[in-house]
């Protein structure tokens, strides 16, 4: 059974970082793109960034490019996103996902997510 | 890019039929055959129902069907049952739409 688990949201201020994590079992996870999916309070979700197998291919939405980093681990089954000099408008809950076919963006699999506030 | 539109709210009662849309551009959902569409009930993971515009996931009842005219997909949930009241977001290419809330009468 796919299960993806999310952890490491929390309360944080202004300018601060989160670092998020995502436990992957259940499935070859090194195969597959992963990615990193929020969803601020009253919104629909957006794509934030995702990552290849290997982590040769990443990618951002503009919003967040220089200021975030997505990452893996394929040994130990973990997709991370650094998350750093962080405002309130990305105050959101953050899933991470598995796409189901390449750069197709379309994810099959979500976690239950994990909810970073920014704010002080 | 702009989110894609949908309507905030949809109902039908037990049985019916309900039809969500889901509009764009010319550039997204007009311009690929990439809409996906998700459900998600409250305190649950997002759970993939549709993709590439009408197939669907193993395990996605037959009762939900997805189709595609010029910039605007539909979802259609017939026979609807409780258990598909739910929130129910649309993509393209990771643009996702601002929900539909779908209410059993």
């Known amino acids: 059974e796919v299960q993806l688990v999310e952890s490491g949201g929390g309360l944080v201020q202004p300018g601060g970082s989160l670092r998020l994590s995502c436990a992957a079992s259940?499935?070859?996870?090194?195969?597959?793109?992963m990615t990193w999916v929020r969803q601020a309070p009253g919104k629909g979700p957006e794509w934030v960034a995702n990552i290849n197998g290997d982590e040769r291919g990443k990618y951002y939405v503009d919003s967040v490019k220089g200021r975030f980093n997505i990452s893996r681990d394929n040994a130990k089954g973990l997709l991370y996103l650094q998350m750093n000099n962080l405002t309130a408008e990305d105050t959101a809950v953050y899933y991470c996902a598995r796409d189901l076919v390449g750069q197709q963006l379309v994810f099959d699999f979500w976690g239950q997510g994990t909810l970073a506030t920014v704010s002080s | 890019q702009s989110a894609l539109t949908q309507p905030p709210s949809a109902s039908a009662s037990p049985g019916q039929s309900v039809t969500i849309s889901c509009t764009g551009t010319?550039?997204?959902?007009?311009?690929?055959?990439?809409v996906s569409w998700y459900q998600k009930h409250p305190g649950k993971a997002p759970k993939l129902m549709m993709y590439?515009?009408?197939k669907r996931p193993s395990g996605v009842p037959d009762r939900f069907s997805g189709s595609k005219s010029g910039n605007t997909a539909s979802l259609t949930v017939s026979g609807l049952q409780a258990e598909d009241e739910a929130e129910y977001y649309c993509?393209?290419?990771?643009?996702f739409g601002g929900g539909t809330s779908l209410t059993v009468l």
């Open positions: 993509s393209s290419r990771g643009v």
């Open positions: 590439e515009v009408t």
């Open positions: 259940g499935f070859n996870f090194g195969r597959y793109w």
């Open positions: 010319s550039s997204d959902v007009g311009d690929y055959n990439y």
